[in-house]
Each structure stands twice: as C-alpha cells, then as structure tokens.
C-alpha cells in the first residue's frame, strides 16, 4: 500500500487580499514533517506602502491597525534569525511543484476555501493538488458539537462577541481545536505566523483526525460549518 502524505498550508494576508506570509509542511499520517516551506513574499511582504498586512480598526488588540509595526517587527526578527526569508511568487511555485512530483500528497489547510483564494489572487498554484479537504470543516464535523467539546468551550469562555442582532456563537477556531485536541485549555492564542500556526495549532488538529478517520472520510465528507448551529443558546443554559 503506497505511503499516504498530506499537504498542510497557511497564510497571513494583505489588506489587498494577497498572501505576504505563506507556510506550508508536508507529513505523512503519524504527524512527522517531512519537508516545510516558510516564506514571506517578495514585491508584497516587502512592499508595505502598497500592500500592508491586513488590518481591521485600531480596537482590534490582534487585527487592528495600530499593532501593525509589531507585527512587522516580529517578522523582522525572523528575517534576522533566518526563521524566514523572502521568496518569490516562481520560487514559491517550484518548491510546491517538487512537493507535488516527490510526495503526491493531499493538501489541507484549516480554513480551506480562505488560503485557496488568496493563494490564487497572488499566483501561488495550489491546483498542483488534485486531492484536498478542509480542516476546519472536518474538525467541525467531527468534534464542534460533542458534550467534551461543549465542556472545554465553558472552560476556556470560547465565546465569541454577541452580533448587533444579539447572536452569539461559540469559538470553532484553530486556537480552540488545538485547545481541544491537545487537552491544553490554558494554550496560549496562535500568533498568526504562518509556519508557527501551522506547526503547533493546525498540525495537531490534523493528527488527530487522522488517528480517528479515515482518509476516504475526509476528503468526502460534506457538512460545512454553520453559524447557527453553535447557537450558545441551543448548547449552554444558565444556572
């Protein structure tokens, strides 16, 4: 029986929706990495006045514009470490055609439909894998709606913010999977680097499900996520 190998990516994007961050590790089915790519995009990374990575408003402690130099700065001392460097859109695209031609492996990344898309958007050729499902649809699936699941949402208050309309959901996320998976409610939060992302929240996720499911399971399974099922009103009642 020919050796399975999975393709896990991740990106951290732009405001223009194009990928300055891109991550991605080949494993086989026990979790053990094989081959890794970690790179920040040359003419885009490095190009900050007309593509600055992607930020919301200033409130925002992760995602807002204020925190913007930090963020930089965190990739300039990986640049300075050699934990990153910059590569080209081709040299991106000829490290994946090699990963394609030497592994044949099935590509995942937990928000599937998201790195897809912005991957395109840049030219990254993600169609060199004719094999792919979501881990976020899959996590979803398998775990998202178990009492176990429920309890160490409670733990670790993995709600999300009411909406305007007075929706609230509960968190469904890679940091709270990882949480999940790894029995680790106290995990602290990703730092939306691609490769630590990958490596130490969205890796575990998959090596789980891998011990649980059967490949054949998850590149056909069809459930999506959907907000209105983690309702906290459906699931949690008051004491």
Known sequence: MRKQYFLLIDTETTQDQLVADFGAIVIDRKGNILNQCAVL???IYTDPANHPLFFTSDSDPVWGKAHLDRRYET???MIKSGSRMIATVPAINNWLAKAAASYQPIMTAYNLPFDTHKCANTGID???FNQSFCLWK???TQWALTKAYKRMI?????????TEHGNMSYKTNAEMMARFVLDNPGLQD???TAL???VFYELPILVKLLKQRSTK????ETRGFDWKTVQVRNHFKPI
Do not use: V
């Open 196 to 198: 630590e992302d990958l």
């Open 154 to 162: 409670l733990e670790c208050h993995g709600f999300n913010s009411p």
């Open 217 to 220: 399971w998850l590149l056909n």
């Open 138 to 140: 899959a996590s979803y």
């Open 41 to 43: 995009t040359g003419g």
């Open 75 to 77: 990739y300039r001392r």
């Open 190 to 192: 990703e730092p939306h």
């Open 126 to 128: 993600l169609t060199l």
